[in-house]
């Protein structure tokens, strides 16, 4: 029971969501308040529940693949990239080096729009509606990368198991190369209306402080944990897909608050146009599938390999008991994880300040609940 | 699975310290992982994040061999920013056995514990807040147990609901 405050209020009980508009998606979370300030809150999840899982368990390696791209759908290459590399693992086979270029170059822009995306959504939330429509400008573009590389803008199944399904298509450097030169500009562009905006600052900084002891505690990563001073990047500590040829920096701050993650997403994406101007100058000739048979069977056995998503770590564990269909395919998703922290971060706040918080966390729904 | 033996520096701690309690540590694709008794897993949890550093719980989960006499494969993923390193201790469990909850030394596995939970039905002890986390509190059955049948399910769902044979 919380302590009584002079005026003896109650406890007041505040249900938000599932439908509320910045809950992005359907997450309930219910709020214990004393006036203006959180008690405590407690997450209500599973509204998305499909059972991704147990799917896995049913269809064979293959056919699974387009299925991961439905959780985190704002970075549905990621989870394919996580996927494959997984698979790969089992299959101990990896993908030759043109492949591995290609998948950084979209796998990178496919983090920038994730970015895009959690920057418009988490800016209008707060209730500055104009970045929205500069970051779905640039985003479009992206979009269009991956519809002429493979037909899809959303769940795009870009890679297969062993490589790539789909050759770069012409002009696709020159289009990559373009979008970076103009994207970079339009981030400076991004900083400008927020960076040093009186009313942004006053939102974020010093809201939702995550240490990077709690962080650690809490099994939090990715940017959350860049901005709590932590520098720890999987594409850093355990490289893949060839990560460690390309020349990049991790952002890290040291508050730990809403404002550093802002400024931790915001430097990200530079340093992701940065690896993509790499990997574009230079993709090597060669195939773009290893030998992996039409059947995959990989041999008995289990692997856990994990990726840096855009959203933190991105792990798939995958028992095979020899078969064509994975005996058990669990997805460690960053969301989920990250989400639990969301009562620490909100303690003793305000309930206005609840909302840049689940926005900060940066959630996708159809990761967490799968 | 073909294994191989996992030896280091820490294998010959751990054994030093859980003697017994520790049944194999071995290697597969590159990837380290030791065998250990049910009981025995928090206090390796708490050695391994207090002494050696693995201070970050990245994943609990299960697996279900149903014709297995101990049924369920427990699986902690643990991390150590400052050795790079990942590890997974797995331990076996039989049906109805309630392993310690790891709470206390990772607060992560709260809502990972509930999830399995939650998918296997397996019951965490002391856990603070052992619900379903991801199904509805009055959901039936534990999906990800292998003799949980979709089919069924589906079929019950539209007799049940429409009054028809589904025909799957």
């Known amino acids: ?370 | 699975m073909e294994t191989t033996p996992w030896e280091s520096e820490l294998t010959e701690r751990l054994r030093r310290v859980f003697g017994e309690q520790i049944l194999e540590f071995a290697s597969y694709l590159g990837q380290n992982f030791l065998v250990a008794r049910p009981e025995a897993v928090v206090p390796i949890l708490q050695y391994l994040r207090d002494e050696v550093g693995f201070d970050y719980l990245v994943d609990v989960t299960a697996v279900d061999y149903p014709e297995r006499e101990e049924r369920f494969d427990l699986i902690y993923i643990v991390y150590s920013f400052s050795r790079n390193e990942r590890i997974r201790i797995k331990t076996r469990i039989r049906e109805g056995f309630e392993p310690q909850t790891a709470t206390v030394v990772h607060p992560t596995a709260n809502w990972l514990e509930r999830e399995v939970y939650d998918m296997f039905g397996i019951r965490f002890a002391q856990h603070p807040d052992m619900r379903r986390i991801l199904l509805p509190d009055d959901w039936e059955g534990h999906p990800l147990r292998k003799d949980y049948n979709i089919l069924d399910m589906d079929n019950r769902w539209v007799k049940d609901n429409l009054g028809i044979e589904s025909g799957q």
């Open chain 1, 1 to 370: 029971m919380p302590e009584a405050t002079f005026l003896d209020a109650n406890e007041l009980i505040l249900n938000m969501g599932p439908q509320h508009p910045s809950t992005h998606g359907v997450l309930r979370v219910i709020l214990k308040l004393d006036g203006e300030k959180i008690l405590g809150t407690e997450c209500v999840i599973g509204y998305l529940h499909r059972g991704v899982e147990k799917i896995g368990e049913n269809r064979t390696y293959a056919m699974f693949a387009p299925y991961v791209d439905r959780m985190d759908y704002v970075a549905a290459v990621s989870n394919g990239l996580g996927y494959c590399l997984a698979v790969e693992k089992l299959l101990n086979v990896e993908a030759p080096p043109r492949a591995q270029a290609v998948r950084v170059i979209l796998t990178e822009l496919n983090r920038i729009a994730s970015h895009l995306l959690w920057l418009g959504t988490h800016a209008l939330d707060i209730g500055a509606i104009t970045p929205l429509f500069y970051v779905m400008r640039e985003r479009e573009e992206i979009l269009n990368i991956f519809e002429a590389y493979c037909g899809a803008r959303l769940t795009t199944h870009a890679f297969r198991i062993g490589g790539l399904q789909y050759e770069v298509y012409e002009g696709m450097e020159k289009q990559v190369k373009a979008f970076c030169k103009m994207f970079l500009p339009r981030v400076d562009e991004y900083e400008e209306l927020l960076t040093e905006n009186r009313i942004w600052k006053d939102r974020l900084v010093g809201v939702g402080v995550l240490t990077a002891e709690q962080c650690k505690q809490y099994g939090v990563t990715g940017p959350m944990l860049r901005a709590a001073g932590v520098k720890w990047d999987i594409r850093k500590a355990q490289p893949y897909s060839g990560y460690e040829k390309y020349d990049f920096e991790i952002p890290t701050r040291t508050n730990g608050d809403t404002y550093d993650r802002y400024i931790v997403r915001i430097q990200e994406m530079r340093q992701s146009v940065r690896m993509i101007e790499q990997a574009v100058d230079d993709i090597p000739e060669g195939p773009i599938m290893a030998k992996v048979g039409k059947v995959i069977k990989p041999p008995v056995g289990e692997a856990y390999v994990s990726i840096e998503a855009p959203k933190g770590e991105l792990g798939y564990f995958i028992v095979s008991d020899g078969s064509t269909q994975p005996y058990r395919v669990r997805v460690r998703p960053p969301s989920f994880v990250n989400l639990q922290a969301l009562d620490t971060m909100a303690r003793g706040g305000l309930v206005a300040d609840i909302v840049a918080i689940i926005g900060t966390i940066d959630i996708v729904l159809g990761e967490i609940d799968r």
